[in-house]
């Protein structure tokens, strides 16, 4: 069943225009300043390892779906108006994320908080509320990834 997970939870982010690399380039940015020599290949790896783990599949299936769901307008007001205006004050699109930078320990939170604050690289285009599609959860899931992995990334710096 983990295979399907996260086969399906790849495909999905794709499919919603975020790849592998994007999220390596998030990991770079937060980790430049502290590792001399960090290359992208070793985001990348970084990125990998966290969309291996099963819980990070499950946030992943879960928020896109929801996020699919507001596009459609399948959802009930006053929901529906909530995700789709992405309401700042809505929360559980953050609670959701917080399950990702849970998997590698509290230094997620700071990379998290500080990424989502500045909005760079695929973060910014998928805050763009001009395209018509709706990013509410996956905005943060992808901002919660690149924490996790940049949280792995300073553990195994610190073991070696």
């Known amino acids: 069943m983990g295979d399907i997970v996260h086969e399906t939870a790849t495909k999905w982010l794709n499919e919603r225009g975020v790849t592998n690399n994007d999220l390596a380039e998030l990991v770079y940015f937060l980790q430049k300043d502290y590792h001399d020599g960090l290359t992208y290949e070793t985001c990348l790896e970084n990125v990998e390892a966290v969309l291996a783990k099963r819980e990070v599949g499950n946030a992943i299936l879960t928020g896109i779906q929801i996020d699919r769901l507001t596009e459609q307008g399948g959802l009930e007001e006053p929901l529906q108006d909530m995700l789709k205006r992405d309401e700042g004050l809505y929360g559980v699109d953050e609670i959701i994320a917080f ?13 998290y908080g500080y990424i989502d604050k500045l ?17 509410t959860f996956l905005d943060d899931i992808v901002g919660a990834i690149a924490a996790a992995a940049s949280s792995r990334l300073a553990h195994g710096q610190q073991e070696d």
Do not use: Q, R, W
Not at 99 to 111: A, D, L, R
């Open 99 to 111: 399950s990702i930078v849970n998997v590698y320990g509290s230094i997620g939170f700071t990379n």
């Open 119 to 135: 909005k760079p690289g695929i973060l910014k285009k998928l805050n763009d509320k001009s395209t018509g599609e709706c990013h």
